[in-house]
């Protein structure tokens, strides 16, 4: 069972659509990060969001943390070719003794046709 | 500046085998995380360390798998006998400051082993 979940799991647009890809969870996080990677490389850090409710911008990509900071969504505007890759978020959970693990999702892969 | 350096990039070898794995960590950072990528489980956490102390090796499979730190600028992901479920793509990533999320993971490029 996947504690984060991401939806959906393949996407295929293309160039200068919007698309809107999830992060849930039933477990609330600390803060939330979402990564970009593509093939043959590590993924790369894009966000961190800690505030429920928090809107973060960056340049076409938008990313929200859920007021309850159970899940969060990434949305790009006009999405081009070099936007294609797999998207990953990662939510910290904070256990007993301020135990901290970061739980990550199984991504969601994007790729945009010209 | 240099990023997190894993060697070797690719590696095939035969089930029953040693593979050693190594990873050379951005200078000046205090965690190091092993994972491990395939299409089903997603990336996984296998261990890490923060200032060369092994803190959660919960995610490691099976006694098969060992890892080491000696100092702060090496690390040492070991798979003995290697079996071919273990085939999958390892990253190593670091990171800064004093606790897990408050900032970025800087992943290496991975080796991409293959056990046959």
């Known amino acids: 069972t996947q504690l984060l979940e991401q939806s959906p799991q393949f996407l295929s647009i293309q160039e200068g659509e919007n698309l809107t890809v999830y992060c849930n969870s039933s477990?609330?996080?600390?803060?939330l990060q979402w990564y970009r990677q593509e093939p043959g490389e590590g993924p790369v850090l894009l966000v961190t969001v800690v505030t429920g409710g928090e809107v973060k911008k960056l340049k076409r990509l938008t990313f929200q943390f859920g007021d309850a900071r159970k899940d969060s969504s990434l949305h790009i505007t006009a999405a081009q070719p070099g936007d294609t890759g797999l998207y990953l978020c990662?939510?910290?959970?904070?256990?007993?003794?301020?135990?901290?693990?970061?739980?990550w999702g199984l991504g969601t892969s994007l790729a945009v046709n010209p | 500046d240099a990023g997190v350096i894993q060697s070797p990039r690719h590696e095939v070898t035969e089930m029953g085998q040693e593979v050693t794995l190594r990873c050379k960590p951005i200078?000046?950072?205090?965690?190091l995380f092993w994972y491990r990528q395939t299409m089903m489980r997603g990336l996984e956490l296998l261990i890490y360390?923060?200032?060369?102390?092994?803190?959660?090796d919960s995610g490691m499979p099976e006694d098969r798998f060992s890892a080491k730190m000696p100092n702060a600028s090496f690390s040492t992901l070991k798979i003995q006998p290697s079996e071919p479920r273990d085939s999958a793509v390892y990253f190593c990533?670091?990171?800064?400051?004093?606790?897990?999320?408050?900032?970025?993971?800087?992943f290496g490029d991975g080796t991409r082993l293959s056990i046959l």
């Open positions: 990533a670091s990171s800064l400051g004093q606790t897990i999320g408050n900032q970025p993971q800087h």
């Open positions: 990662a939510g910290v959970l904070v256990g007993a003794g301020n135990n901290r693990k970061l739980i």
């Open positions: 360390f923060n200032n060369n102390v092994p803190i959660d």
């Open positions: 200078s000046g950072h205090d965690y």
């Open positions: 477990s609330v996080f600390s803060s």
